[in-house]
């Protein structure tokens, strides 16, 4: 009765959906429930996420502030700081982030906290649903004994316990939380039921499989052929440099088959939440098994040297034009992870101010999406006129290729360019001012 009684709710959108954590998952993943009809409270610790929430404001560029004012007048969505209001929860989506540690160690300080939270309020006829990105095995070895046998609770009878990897990618219009097919499995047959049936209330593409260890594990599948493939493409880079050729018109020539190759393109490093992270989370597990995940190590090693590798063509490019690195005034293009959004997590261009600051040179930087940027090595403040700081500095270093950008202004003003994206194209590709990477 209590599975027919939480599907009727879920089905009928009487369910009452709470969701732990309102970051780039959450927000968007709270607003599409609440749109889809369901009765929405996000939870989060943040006192000025739930502040703006409430007041129908939207901090994540994905979700507009309109959507988010017109679901908060409807009574459809909130957001509080106290915990105790999941006892009036049926469906519980997991929303926080797992990063690692310095020691490359996952850290799941954010999961253990709110499932410690979420197991004092736990009831039969609950649906929990584990959205943030981790290890196989952790909705079944950590969530499992927190949230049902240490309090009585049998899972796929009292209550339901599944995994379902988040999938976003800010800054995406053609892919968004309601249209990208969603990946679910349960601890049991009955939990991926009813998981899917409540994800079937709001999203187009419900994929179910047979358990939560499958459901990891595809999406350390997804992120982790990304940061290979893109390894490869950037250790081809240092290849062609070495040989004089030009990578990106390789790259160019072997995208015109039409089958057995995908395009992808060498970077100045890796940036964003997933990719540089969520591979790792694989090979700790693995190493836990006495088994060296090759494949992921190699790629890891050649990403993470790709920020020093751009300080080195910096440096080469002033070398050529009669200057030292040290004391030179460099100005960073772009430091958002990738193009035309404001995210920072594990952007590339914060190794490369860091490691041009270490060798002494005057950096400044432009975005126009991130105002401030402060790290323990230094403390920055976007440039206000950009062609000005251009025309001013001995080198300019592109590491996000915003769209925003008037690239054929900054190449007629700057003395010398890095370009770590190709954003000059075919422009820079023979200009003496220019360095490609």
């Given at each position: 009765?209590?599975?027919?009684?939480?599907?009727?709710?879920?089905?009928n959108?009487?369910?009452?959906?709470?969701v732990?954590?309102?970051?780039?998952v959450?927000?968007?993943f709270?607003?599409?429930?609440?749109d889809?009809?369901?009765?929405?409270l996000?939870i989060?610790?943040?006192?000025?996420?739930?502040e703006k929430?409430n007041?129908?404001e939207s901090y994540i560029?994905?979700v507009?502030?309109?959507?988010?004012?017109?679901?908060?007048?409807?009574?459809?969505?909130?957001?509080?700081?106290d915990?105790?209001?999941?006892?009036?929860?049926?469906a519980?989506?997991?929303c926080?982030p797992t990063?690692?540690?310095?020691?490359?160690?996952?850290?799941?300080?954010?999961i253990l906290s709110?499932?410690?939270?979420?197991?004092?309020?736990?009831h039969?006829?609950?649906?929990?649903?584990?959205?943030?990105?981790?290890?196989?095995?952790?909705t079944?070895?950590i969530?499992?004994?927190?949230?049902?046998?240490a309090i009585?609770?049998?899972?796929?009878?009292d209550f339901?316990?599944?995994?379902?990897?988040?999938r976003?990618?800010?800054?995406?219009?053609?892919?968004?939380t309601?249209?990208?097919?969603?990946?679910?499995?349960?601890i049991?047959e009955?939990?991926?039921?009813?998981a899917?049936?409540?994800?079937?209330?709001a999203?187009?593409?419900?994929?179910?499989v047979?358990s939560?260890e499958v459901?990891?594990?595809?999406?350390?599948?997804?992120?982790?052929?990304?940061?290979i493939?893109?390894?490869?493409v950037?250790?081809?880079?240092?290849m062609?440099?070495?040989?004089?050729?030009?990578?990106?018109?390789?790259?160019d020539?072997?995208?015109?088959?039409?089958f057995?190759?995908?395009?992808?393109t060498?970077?100045p490093?890796?940036?964003?939440?997933?990719?540089?992270?969520?591979?790792?989370?694989?090979?700790?597990?693995?190493?836990?098994?006495?088994y060296?995940a090759?494949?992921i190590?190699l790629?890891?090693e050649?990403?993470l040297?790709?920020?020093r590798y751009?300080?080195q063509?910096?440096?080469d490019?002033l070398?050529?034009h009669?200057?030292?690195?040290k004391?030179?005034?460099?100005?960073?293009?772009?430091?958002?992870?990738?193009p035309?959004?404001?995210?920072?997590?594990?952007s590339p261009?914060?190794?490369?101010?860091?490691?041009?600051t270490?060798?002494?040179?005057?950096?400044?930087y432009?975005d126009?999406?991130?105002?401030?940027?402060?790290e323990?090595?230094f403390?920055?403040?976007c440039v206000?006129d950009?062609?000005?700081?251009?025309r001013?500095?001995?080198?300019?270093?592109?590491?996000?290729?915003?769209?925003?950008?008037d690239?054929?202004?900054?190449l007629e003003?700057?003395?010398c360019?890095?370009d770590?994206r190709?954003?000059?194209?075919?422009?820079?590709?023979d200009n003496?001012?220019?360095?490609?990477?």
């Open positions: 009765m209590t599975k027919d009684s939480l599907l009727e709710k879920l089905n959108r009487t369910a009452r959906v709470a732990l954590g309102l970051g780039y959450g927000l968007p709270a607003t599409v429930f609440a889809a009809g369901f009765n929405v996000g989060d610790p943040a006192v000025d996420k739930v929430l007041a129908g560029k994905d507009t502030s309109e959507d988010v004012a017109r679901l908060v007048k409807a009574g459809r969505l909130s957001a509080t700081t915990f105790s209001r999941l006892k009036e929860a049926d519980v989506s997991i926080v990063p690692l540690r310095k020691t490359g160690d996952p850290d799941l300080s954010f709110v499932s410690d939270e979420l197991a004092k309020y736990m039969p006829g609950m649906v929990v649903v584990l959205e943030s990105t981790t290890y196989p095995g952790t079944r070895e969530l499992l004994p927190k949230l049902g046998e009585g609770l049998k899972v796929g009878q339901f316990l599944a995994f379902s990897p988040e976003v990618d800010p800054g995406r219009e053609d892919w968004t309601i249209n990208t097919p969603k990946v679910i499995g349960g049991t009955a939990c991926t039921e009813v899917a049936t409540w994800y079937r209330g999203l187009e593409t419900v994929v179910s047979s939560s459901a990891e594990m595809a999406k350390l599948l997804e992120n982790t052929f990304r940061m493939n893109i390894g490869l950037n250790e081809m880079a240092v062609c440099d070495r040989l004089g050729i030009d990578v990106w018109e390789v790259i020539a072997a995208a015109t088959k039409p057995g190759f995908m395009k992808f060498p970077g490093g890796l940036g964003g939440h997933c990719i540089p992270i969520d591979p790792l989370y694989l090979s700790w597990k693995l190493r836990s098994l006495n060296t090759k494949f190590e790629a890891s050649i990403n040297g790709m920020p751009v300080v063509k910096v440096q490019a070398n050529d009669g200057k030292a690195l004391g030179s005034k460099v100005l960073v293009l772009g430091v958002a992870y990738k035309d959004i404001d995210d920072l997590r594990e261009a914060i190794d490369v101010i860091g490691l041009l270490q060798k002494g040179a005057e950096v400044e432009h126009p999406y991130v105002s401030h940027l402060k323990e090595e403390d920055l403040v206000p950009l062609l000005t700081a251009v001013q500095a001995d080198c300019v270093v592109i590491v996000t290729n915003h769209s925003t950008y690239y054929p202004a900054i003003a700057a003395q360019i890095v770590t190709n954003a000059l194209g075919s422009a820079g590709r003496p001012k220019v360095v490609r990477l």
